[in-house]
Structures are given as C-alpha cells and as structure tokens.
C-alpha cells in the first residue's frame, strides 16, 4: 500500500506535533501530502505546557518495553536542542539527579530508600546540610526542559511546510468508506459562529493525551476505545522563583517532618530562567472535557506549598521567594500500564500514540518520530514492539 494523501494528527501536545514534525521532516514525503493537526483549544494545552520536563533514559527509570524508545527520543531532544538552539529557546540542558531525604533522627528507620548506598555531602547550595543525598542521573543521563515552548517550537517549525496546517477545533466523528477512513469531522468556530467541517483524511494518528481512551471511544466505537483504554490522572505543581541564584539540577525528594502527611515524596527541578518546578501532588478531580476546563485542587497546592517550607528556607516568602505558577495537568494512564504506539488493529490507516504517563516528555520526540517512520513504511528508529495497541 502506498504513502497517504492526507494526515490528520488529533492532538497538538508533544506527541501530536512530534509525530507531524517528523513526517514533514521526512524527504520520503511526497510532496502533494497533508499533514493537518486538530487541537481543541491550543497547542500544549494539557500537560505538554504544565509538565515538568524532566528526561531521563536507562532500565533504572523506564520500564523494559520503553527503554529503547527512551533512549531514542532521550537523544533526540539533545539533537533538537543542538539544531534550533534549544539551551535558549524551550531551556534544555544536561543536569545532576539526586533523590534527597529529609526526616527528623527519630524517623530515620521508616525511611524506605537504601541509605546503605554511597552518600554524597548536599551537592547544592540551596539544599539543607541535614539531606540525605544519594546520586540518581549524571549530565550524560539526565537532563530538562521547558516542554511547553519545545511542543510550541515543533508546531511552528511543522506549520513551515507549504502542506502543513493546524486547525483549532473538537473532533467529533470519521466518515468511513469501505472500512477504511476518509475524513474526521472537525467542529470549530469561525467568526463567531459555530460550523463544523470535513478534513480529508486516509490516515488517522490519536495523540489525544489523557482524552485518547474518550476520542477512540467516540470516533471508532467503544471496541476500540477499550482496546486504547487511557484515562487521566490529576497532578498539581507550582512554580517559585526564590532570590538566590540556582544550580542545574533535579532532586527526587522524600520528606518525613513533623507538621506534614506521611506521604510527601516531590519532584524539584531547578530551570535555567531561574525558577524551581515543584510537583508530586496527586488532585481528586475528574478529567474535565477540554484542557481549558482543568480544576486545580486547593488542598494539593496547599500540600505542595508545605513540603517546599519543608525543603529549604529558600523557597520561604520570607526570604524574598516568589510564587509564579500555581496549576494542574492530567497525565495519560494506560489502563494495561505501558504506552500505545503503532497502528490501531482492524481498522484501515488509524494510527496512535498515548499513554505515557509521566513520561511523556521524554518520549514524545521519539514517538513522533517512530510513527511517522511507521506512516512511511520505513524501519522504525526504536523498538516498540511491546507497545503495540
């Protein structure tokens, strides 16, 4: 079977532009080919804008069936950051990763983390002396960026080509011909009215992100929404920008202190803007129907301001810290616990990436990627096998 004429990418998250980039990339795509992202409300709207942007690869963070893919789009963001100056434009840099304990003496037997390993002084100013500091990722395993302006860079560099398009509105159905695809039914509005519209399509790629499981039950029937059964997963993180200046690293960080819940394990990274990323904090919320509806939980933030007190005095209001960002995101569950890429089974040019979970950024480049090569009919840069729908 050949190339497809048109290509429609539901999603406009770091999967979805990731996936258009590479096939507009690609030489190998004739030239009379459409690539259309569909996007509900914006580019990153959802957690490809909230997100961290920690990236790590090796078997001590991935699971066997997405070390390769990890490992894959792991080099792929260093290559872009090469490419179009990403130390500058998205804040990708190389990091240290450490995993910190911060307890009171009479705890220090609860603490479930090996502290027979080697321990290092606190490797970071703005860390207290009184952490337990075991390394985790070295600047040849571990790294960061700002993933809302990388996703908003991959968009921009894709809408360059002359048969690129992004289109902002809701899918809400396929028109089928002879079991195969052959448009999505867009609703969108255009001044000021609501109108809905036919894309071309005979090839379908599902990049939803935590609304994968919903857009499959709903484009192609609830068989094949079981089949991609992802769902969301609340997560809530804050941003503060103390006084003192930062160091480039990423701290996995577990608090046992008076005052605070037993369960306070969260994420720190250092960005190069000056700024901590602070996450961790699970929300009770269901996942609302578009990404501009998102709740943020009161009560996780109000966790999540406590464990930073906790931390270090730096991030103290006190001491001059300032809070930038308080938000939430949903992350993409997989109910079969390990992501969805490749082609979807009994239906003709339907295609998808999703189910990441929390590692989404690091291994969108690298999904993109691979299903674009899988567009083309070319061998695939990673080995996704295990993660075939």
Same mark, same amino acid.
């Given at each position: 079977?050949?190339?497809?004429?048109?290509?429609?990418?539901?999603? /406009?998250?770091?999967?979805?532009?990731?996936?258009?980039?590479? =096939?507009?990339?690609?030489?190998?795509?004739?030239?009379?080919?459409?690539?259309? =992202?569909?996007?509900?409300?914006?580019?990153?709207?959802? /957690?490809?804008?909230?997100?961290?942007?920690?990236?790590?690869?090796?078997?001590?963070?991935?699971?066997?069936?997405?070390?390769?893919? &990890?490992?894959?789009?792991?080099?792929?963001?260093?290559?872009?950051?090469?490419? $179009?100056?990403?130390?500058?434009? #998205?804040?990708?840099?190389?990091?240290?990763? $450490?995993?910190?304990?911060?307890?009171?003496?009479?705890?220090?037997?609860?603490?479930?983390?090996?502290?027979?390993?080697?321990?290092?002084?606190?490797?970071?100013?703005?860390?207290?002396?009184?952490?337990?500091?075991?390394?985790? @990722?070295?600047?040849?395993?571990?790294?960061? %960026?700002?993933? *809302?302006?990388?996703?908003?860079?991959?968009?921009?560099?894709?809408?360059?080509?002359?048969?690129?398009?992004?289109?902002?509105?809701?899918?809400?159905?396929?028109?089928?011909?002879?079991?195969?695809?052959?448009?999505?039914?867009?609703?969108?509005?255009?001044?000021?009215?609501?109108?809905?519209?036919?894309?071309?399509?005979?090839?379908?790629?599902?990049?939803?992100?935590? #609304?994968?499981?919903?857009?499959?039950?709903?484009? =192609?029937?609830?068989?094949?929404?079981?089949? =991609?059964?992802? &769902? !969301?997963?609340?997560?809530? &993180?804050?941003?503060?920008?103390?006084?003192?200046?930062?160091?480039?690293?990423?701290?996995?960080?577990?608090?046992?202190?008076?005052?605070?819940?037993?369960?306070?394990?969260?994420?720190?990274?250092?960005?190069?803007?000056?700024?901590?990323?602070? %996450? !961790?904090?699970?929300?009770?919320?269901?996942?609302?129907?578009?990404?501009?509806?998102?709740?943020? &939980?009161?009560?996780?933030?109000?966790?999540?301001?406590?464990? /930073?007190?906790?931390?270090?005095?730096?991030? #103290?209001?006190?001491?001059?810290?300032?809070?930038? *960002?308080?938000?939430?995101?949903?992350?993409?569950?997989?109910?079969?616990?390990?992501?969805?890429?490749?082609?979807?089974? @009994?239906?003709?040019?339907? #295609?998808?990436?999703?189910?990441?979970?929390?590692?989404?950024?690091?291994?969108?480049?690298?999904? @993109?990627?691979?299903?674009?090569?899988?567009?083309?009919?070319?061998?695939?840069?990673?080995?996704?096998?295990?993660?075939?729908?």
């Amino acid at each position: 079977m050949g190339q497809p004429h048109h290509i429609v990418i539901i999603g /406009a998250g770091i999967v979805g532009c990731s996936t258009a980039y590479f =096939l507009v990339q690609n030489e190998l795509l004739q030239e009379e080919t459409t690539v259309t =992202l569909v996007e509900g409300t914006e580019v990153a709207a959802g /957690a490809s804008g909230y997100a961290g942007g920690f990236l790590a690869k090796g078997a001590e963070w991935h699971r066997p069936e997405t070390v390769d893919l &990890s490992q894959v789009s792991f080099d792929l963001h260093r290559e872009l950051a090469e490419r $179009y100056a990403g130390e500058t434009k #998205w804040g990708y840099r190389a990091i240290e990763t $450490y995993v910190s304990v911060h307890s009171s003496p009479a705890h220090l037997q609860n603490i479930d983390i090996n502290l027979s390993l080697p321990k290092v002084q606190s490797p970071t100013h703005w860390l207290p002396h009184t952490s337990r500091v075991v390394p985790k @990722g070295d600047m040849s395993s571990t790294a960061q %960026c700002m993933p *809302m302006f990388l996703t908003k860079h991959l968009c921009a560099e894709t809408l360059r080509h002359p048969n690129a398009a992004l289109v902002i509105g809701r899918a809400m159905a396929v028109t089928e011909k002879n079991g195969a695809i052959t448009g999505v039914v867009v609703r969108r509005e255009a001044n000021g009215v609501t109108e809905a519209v036919t894309l071309p399509c005979d090839c379908l790629v599902l990049a939803a992100g935590p #609304w994968l499981g919903k857009l499959a039950t709903q484009l =192609l029937g609830p068989e094949v929404g079981r089949s =991609l059964d992802v &769902s !969301g997963s609340q997560a809530h &993180s804050i941003v503060i920008k103390p006084k003192e200046d930062l160091t480039a690293h990423a701290v996995f960080a577990k608090i046992e202190m008076g005052g605070l819940p037993d369960e306070n394990e969260p994420e720190v990274y250092c960005r190069p803007d000056g700024t901590i990323y602070m %996450c !961790g904090t699970a929300g009770p919320d269901p996942l609302p129907a578009t990404a501009d509806k998102i709740p943020v &939980s009161h009560e996780a933030l109000k966790k999540l301001h406590s464990e /930073a007190r906790a931390l270090t005095p730096i991030l #103290w209001s006190e001491n001059g810290a300032q809070v930038v *960002m308080e938000q939430a995101c949903y992350l993409p569950r997989p109910a079969r616990g390990r992501p969805l890429v490749g082609k979807v089974k @009994g239906i003709q040019g339907v #295609w998808v990436g999703g189910g990441h979970d929390v590692w989404g950024i690091v291994q969108g480049p690298g999904t @993109g990627k691979v299903i674009s090569e899988m567009i083309l009919g070319l061998e695939t840069s990673a080995d996704v096998t295990g993660l075939a729908p």
